[in-house]
């Protein structure tokens, strides 16, 4: 079992509409939680971090945690179409010096 | 400009060759990574280095030794090349604990034939 699970995508979005992410993890004792985007042929780019139950807003972005089921989600409204990337969800636990496990990815694709 | 360095960009490299895969950080983090990326498996970790000096194995280190004789540098050395290689490397760097994420290198492309 994978320890940062993702669904591969891809997700088709409207533009204009809301894209919504999850990623669930299996160890309970994470403390820190991110989100990184990546387009095609690039490196990944850090857009949201999350630490404490609940949300977490930057402009377009809403990042969501829920440490009892184990799951952390992020929004974007008002998607455009230079959001279409592969979101990674990132996940790191206080016993592992800060050694990030990552998911697999979500592709995202916004059409106009 | 603070951030990562990583070269080459690109290389095509034959089988049974050795080759070292750069990185430098400028930003003066203590912890410093290297990851594979391939399709469908997402990123894996080689290895790792938690402060100068020191070295651990990630989840994938078979193939694969680094060093780190400064806080700084954190090169990736292939001793002997085999195809199953062929991956997009990125290297990465944080402050000690990983708590704000990571900083990535922009990656090399290696192509093992």
């Known amino acids: 079992q994978k320890e940062v699970e993702q669904n591969s995508g891809p997700l088709s979005v409207p533009e204009g509409a809301i894209a919504s992410l999850n990623c669930t993890y299996s160890?309970?004792?994470?403390?820190?939680f991110f989100w990184y985007r990546q387009y095609s042929g690039k490196s990944p780019e850090l857009i949201m971090s999350?630490?404490?139950?609940g949300d977490k807003e930057d402009g377009r972005f809403t990042a969501q945690l829920n440490k009892a089921s184990q799951y952390v989600s992020l929004l974007i409204r008002d998607s455009q179409p230079s959001d279409s990337a592969t979101y990674l969800c990132?996940?790191?636990?206080?016993?592992?010096?800060?050694?990030?496990?990552f998911g697999a990815g979500t592709q995202v694709v916004v059409t106009p | 400009i603070a951030g990562i360095t990583q070269a080459p960009t690109s290389q095509i490299l034959a089988a049974g060759r050795r080759m070292t895969l750069r990185c430098t950080q400028d930003?003066?983090?203590?912890?410093m990574y290297w990851y594979r990326q391939d399709l469908g498996l997402g990123l894996r970790l080689i290895h790792y280095?938690?402060?100068?000096?020191?070295?651990g194995k990630g989840e994938v280190p078979d193939g694969y030794s680094v060093s780190r004789a400064n806080t700084d540098d954190f090169p990736l050395t292939l001793a002997s090349a085999v195809p199953s290689q062929t991956s997009v490397y990125f290297c990465?760097?944080?402050?000690?604990?990983?708590?704000?994420?990571?900083?990535f290198g922009s990656g090399t492309r290696l192509t093992v034939v």
């Open positions: 930003m003066r983090h203590n912890a």
């Open positions: 999350i630490y404490s139950n």
């Open positions: 990132a996940v790191a636990s206080t016993d592992s010096w800060g050694k990030l496990q």
């Open positions: 160890d309970r004792v994470s403390q820190s």
């Open positions: 990465a760097s944080s402050e000690t604990g990983g708590r704000r994420g990571y900083t």
């Open positions: 280095s938690n402060t100068a000096g020191t070295t």
